[in-house]
């Protein structure tokens, strides 16, 4: 069974929530990309509305945009997601994960884009007394 840790970035607020989303809500998640907008029912805030804004497979290797499909492969970067240069200019091959989700990430990254009747706060402390 796939299990993520999503990680909820409020914008408004400048908060960000974890949330471990598991079972038919994560297999509803595979196959989604970044940038792609989904429905907060599947990270436990309905009313929401998220965009996937990218993520990290198991061995903690970054997801990134512009490379399409759910692999791992290793590209020559310069400074951008996944690569901070020590000088300017520098350049080297990293390993980095594509857009999109597969059952190897374990996080996902997600910002709300629109706000449901209740807050986040009030949704996420109710998942956790039960």
């Not at 595979?30 to 998220?50: A, E, M, N, Q, S």
């Not at 990218?54 to 945009?65: A, E, L, T, V, Y």
């Not at 499909?69 to 390993?95: C, D, H, M, W, Y």
């Amino acid at each position: 069974m796939v299990e993520f840790k999503a990680v909820i970035n409020d914008v408004k607020t400048g908060k960000s929530y974890q949330v471990t989303v598991s079972g038919h809500h994560a297999n509803s998640l595979i196959g989604r990309k970044i940038g792609d907008v989904v429905d907060g029912i599947f990270v436990g805030l309905p009313g929401f509305k998220l965009t996937i804004t990218g993520g990290s497979d198991k061995d903690g290797f970054p997801m990134r945009k512009d490379l399409p499909g759910p692999r791992r492969t290793k590209l020559l970067i310069s400074k951008s997601i996944g690569f901070q240069e020590a000088e300017k200019g520098v350049r080297a091959r990293k390993s980095i994960r594509g857009n999109t989700v597969s059952p190897e990430t374990v996080q996902i990254n997600m910002k709300v884009t629109a706000r449901g009747a209740k807050t986040i706060e009030d949704l996420i402390k109710k998942e956790e007394t039960k």
